[in-house]
C-alpha cells in the first residue's frame, strides 16, 4: 500500500492550520504556513499587525495568545472557497488568565492558500469583546 497524498486543497490546508492551532501542535501550525507568509491580526486587536515567517507568527500570536488565555480557541464553523481564496466564519472562546473573564465572539478569517500553503491571513473580530474580558 502506498501513503495516501496529503490534500492541498486551500480548504483542507486552512483546515489543518485549525486542527493544529487547536492541539498546540506548533510545528503542524508552521508547515501550513508559506515562508513569506503575512499574517494580519485585526486593529484593535491586543495582538494588532501584520507577521511575516511561520516562526513569527507562531512566536508573536500563537504563543502569546497561549500565555496570555485559558484555552484560546478558534472553533472554524463555515467554510466559503473561490479558487485560492478561503473565507471562514468562526468563533473565539477563551479565559484571560489575569482577568478569569471569558470570550465567546464570532471572527471571519481570510485565507489565500497558494501552493498547498497559507500566503496570506486577515482576521476580523470585534476587538471590543476582547479587549473587555481582558479589563
Do not use: C
Not at 480548504?11 to 504556513?33: C, E, I
Not at 472553533?75 to 488568565?97: C, F, K
Amino acid at each position: 500500500m502506498g501513503l495516501t497524498p496529503i490534500d492541498d486543497s486551500p480548504r483542507a490546508v486552512v483546515r489543518r492550520q485549525y486542527l493544529a492551532s487547536a492541539a498546540g501542535d506548533l510545528d503542524a501550525l508552521r508547515a501550513t504556513l508559506a515562508p513569506d507568509v503575512e499574517w494580519t491580526e485585526m486593529a484593535g486587536f491586543p495582538l494588532a499587525g501584520t507577521y511575516r515567517t511561520p516562526e513569527g507568527v507562531t512566536v508573536a500570536v500563537m504563543e502569546k495568545l497561549g500565555a496570555d488565555w485559558v484555552e484560546w480557541t478558534a472553533h472554524d464553523d463555515t467554510y466559503v472557497v473561490d479558487g485560492e481564496n478561503v473565507v471562514v466564519l468562526a468563533r473565539y472562546t477563551a479565559t484571560h488568565g489575569a482577568t478569569g473573564k471569558t470570550l465567546d465572539a464570532r471572527v471571519a478569517h481570510a485565507f489565500v492558500v497558494r501552493g498547498g500553503l497559507i500566503v496570506r491571513f486577515e482576521q476580523f473580530v470585534d476587538t471590543a469583546l476582547v479587549r473587555d474580558a481582558m479589563a
